[in-house]
Nanobody, 124 residues
């Protein structure tokens, strides 16, 4: 069974940085797009970032553009989310997801495998 396991969440002050990691145990990782989503209390799960299977193309939500960077290591079946200049509004549970697409889709319906999530809390 394919498993996505996130790590790296935690508590940080505004302006700080965190790096999230996601380990994918599936065999199709290197030919699949990967994404990060987040869900704050009482809100819908929203797109954060996505990366093409080759790593050559990425997409970001406007709210994180210029502050977050998604990357991947196909040799290790890992995807990362470097988060800089964090704001209190970035507080959420962050989810890693895999898409059957090779591109970098930005909608939830384009992803069919999800991790359990990791909490990120940013204090003001």
């Amino acid at each position: 069974q394919v498993q996505l396991v996130e790590s790296g969440g935690g508590f940080v002050q505004a302006g700080g940085s965190l790096r999230l990691s996601c380990a994918d145990s599936g065999s199709a990782f290197s030919t699949s797009a990967m994404g990060w989503f987040r869900q704050a209390p009482g809100k819908e799960r929203e797109f954060v970032a996505a990366i093409k299977w080759t790593g050559s193309s990425t997409a970001y939500a406007d709210s994180v553009e210029g502050r977050f960077t998604i990357s991947r290591d196909n040799a290790k079946n890992m995807v990362y989310l470097q988060m800089n200049s964090l704001k209190p509004e970035d507080t959420a549970v962050y989810y890693c997801a895999r898409s059957p697409s090779i591109f970098a889709p930005t909608t939830r319906d384009d992803y069919n495998k999800w991790g359990q999530g990791t909490q990120v809390t940013v204090s003001s």
